[in-house]
């Protein structure tokens, strides 16, 4: 497995592949690597001849106030995992390789305003900005990204169709802890009672499982998903939503395909969970 940190070498890496006419598939990351960016390792070793994992703690889709520096890092950890899962290749850039006084952006209207982006609102600009470039640098003909980031998943499926980039979005369901927790680099943040409170969020999401097929309207559905958080004293809520699968405006009747997605904060962490509903 190679590791590269600029631009410039990792673009003659996976030159010389495409030159032999092998597909690349791309794990976009920001490290701190736990089971659910394994799972999306071992997909893309499946359906690619190359596999490159990225690892890049992204300055420009943190806010003022967010937490870039506590944001865990573990690259020993990381390049360990990933050597375990078959990588071919991580990209492992520095602030400095990636940036430089940019005043270019990728941003994607509608989709980013609601649910994370209403209380993260560059958070959308960032990520669309550094999945563009790390398209462009790795040119990967599959890129991977997890069903739990589930808003992100629609921009980067629209940006991609929009901008007309030549790769295919897969997406990849949600790895969970035994008990149910959604596997997220932050759980490291919780202390324990954190920890046994965040259980809240997937007690939550399958009360919303439970009870969305009984013919119920959104605020009825929410109702019921918000009092089991509500019941959790070190809970606080940001947003519990049900909105369109494709726009991510809400939905006041669930007759169409929609996410129901949640944004929960356990003392000072902010968790997310989410389930799909098709009709
Ligand atoms: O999902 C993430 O870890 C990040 O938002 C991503 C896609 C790697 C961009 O920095």
Same mark, same amino acid.
């Given at each position: 497995?190679?590791?590269?940190?600029?631009?410039?070498?990792?673009?003659?890496?996976?030159?010389?592949?495409?030159?032999?006419?092998? !597909?690349?598939?791309?794990?976009? !990351? *920001?490290?701190?690597?736990?089971?659910?960016?394994?799972?999306?390792? %071992?997909?893309?070793?499946?359906?690619?001849?190359?596999?490159?994992?990225?690892?890049?703690?992204?300055? !420009?889709?943190?806010?003022?106030?967010?937490?870039? %520096?506590?944001?865990?890092?573990?690259?020993?950890?990381?390049?360990?995992?990933?050597?375990?899962?078959?990588?071919?290749?991580?990209?492992?850039?520095?602030?400095?390789?990636?940036?430089?006084?940019?005043?270019?952006?990728?941003?994607?209207?509608?989709?980013?305003?609601?649910?994370?982006?209403?209380?993260?609102?560059?958070? $959308?600009?960032?990520?669309?900005?550094?999945?563009?470039?790390?398209?462009?640098?790795?040119?990967?003909?599959?890129?991977? $990204?997890?069903?739990?980031?589930?808003?992100?998943?629609?921009?980067?499926?629209?940006? &991609?169709?929009?901008?007309?980039?030549?790769?295919?979005?897969?997406?990849?369901?949600? &790895?969970?802890?035994?008990?149910?927790?959604?596997?997220?680099?932050?759980? !490291?943040?919780?202390?324990?009672?954190?920890?046994?409170?965040?259980?809240?969020?997937?007690?939550?999401?399958?009360?919303?499982?439970? &009870?969305?097929?009984?013919? *119920?309207?959104?605020?009825?559905?929410?109702?019921?998903?918000?009092?089991?958080?509500?019941?959790?004293?070190?809970?606080?809520?940001?947003?519990?939503?049900?909105?369109?699968?494709?726009?991510?405006?809400? &939905?006041?009747?669930?007759?169409?395909?929609?996410?129901?997605?949640?944004?929960?904060?356990?003392?000072?962490?902010?968790?997310?969970?989410? $389930?799909?509903?098709?009709?």
């Amino acid at each position: 497995m190679q590791i590269t940190k600029t631009v410039d070498e990792t673009r003659a890496v996976v030159k010389e592949w495409k030159r032999q006419g092998l !597909t690349v598939g791309l794990v976009p !990351t *920001m490290g701190f690597l736990h089971e659910g960016h394994a799972s999306l390792i %071992e997909r893309c070793r499946q359906e690619n001849d190359r596999v490159v994992v990225s690892v890049f703690v992204n300055p !420009t889709q943190f806010g003022p106030n967010e937490d870039l %520096e506590a944001y865990p890092r573990d690259f020993a950890r990381d390049s360990a995992l990933c050597q375990e899962k078959g990588a071919d290749l991580i990209f492992h850039p520095e602030p400095e390789d990636m940036y430089d006084d940019p005043r270019a952006y990728v941003s994607i209207e509608g989709l980013s305003d609601n649910l994370c982006g209403k209380s993260r609102p560059i958070h $959308f600009r960032g990520v669309c900005t550094v999945v563009s470039k790390l398209f462009h640098i790795v040119a990967p003909d599959r890129a991977y $990204f997890g069903e739990k980031d589930a808003q992100q998943l629609a921009i980067i499926r629209k940006m &991609v169709k929009d901008l007309n980039f030549d790769l295919k979005i897969v997406g990849c369901p949600i &790895v969970r802890e035994a008990d149910g927790l959604a596997k997220s680099s932050r759980n !490291t943040y919780l202390s324990p009672a954190e920890r046994e409170a965040a259980l809240c969020l997937s007690r939550s999401i399958r009360r919303g499982k439970e &009870v969305i097929g009984m013919g *119920m309207d959104s605020q009825t559905l929410l109702k019921e998903m918000r009092a089991v958080i509500e019941a959790e004293p070190l809970a606080r809520i940001d947003y519990v939503s049900v909105v369109d699968a494709l726009t991510m405006e809400d &939905v006041s009747s669930i007759n169409r395909d929609v996410l129901v997605a949640m944004a929960v904060y356990i003392g000072k962490t902010r968790l997310i969970d989410n $389930f799909s509903y098709e009709i």
